[in-house]
């Protein structure tokens, strides 16, 4: 089982893709602090997240408990400013991949205080400054299943 995290996502609809990429693919979500979002049932409702039950969600007020509740797994720190590609790591069950929010990303002290498990996802073009949440998440979470299912 792999865990993808998101540290103070703000925008509904790229959490509600990333959910609905964790359901399809049975990997846990965790979502991190502060929300630019309401989880009750009548948002979720008008969003038109129906797949949100078969999301394995866990809620965590902040950074620190985030990282006590995983203790025991190794995370993986994605961000646009790491020099490692995401492809250079050798994935394991039980693995997280803990992205930041849309406008911020994760704070450069995490960053720095993880150097050897942060990563990005190259941008040879060099046009833009950083993915978009879902895609980032997407493109990180099926490398990983790709290296534990040997597709």
Known sequence: MLHVALLEPEIPPNTGNIARLCAATGTTLHLIG???FHLDESSLRRAGLDYWPA???????SLADFMA????????FFSAHAARSYTQVAYRDGDCLLF????????????????????????PAGQVRSLNLATAVGIALYEALRQLNNW
């Not at 509740?69 to 993986?76: K, N």
């Not at 929010?101 to 190259?122: D, N, Y």
């Open 100 to 123: 930041g929010g849309e406008s911020r990303g994760l704070p450069a002290s995490l960053l720095q205080e993880h150097l050897g498990r942060t990563v990005t996802i190259p941008m």
């Open 34 to 36: 502060r929300l630019g």
């Open 55 to 61: 999301v394995d969600r866990r809620r965590h007020d």
């Open 69 to 76: 509740a995983l203790e025991s797994s190794r995370i993986f």
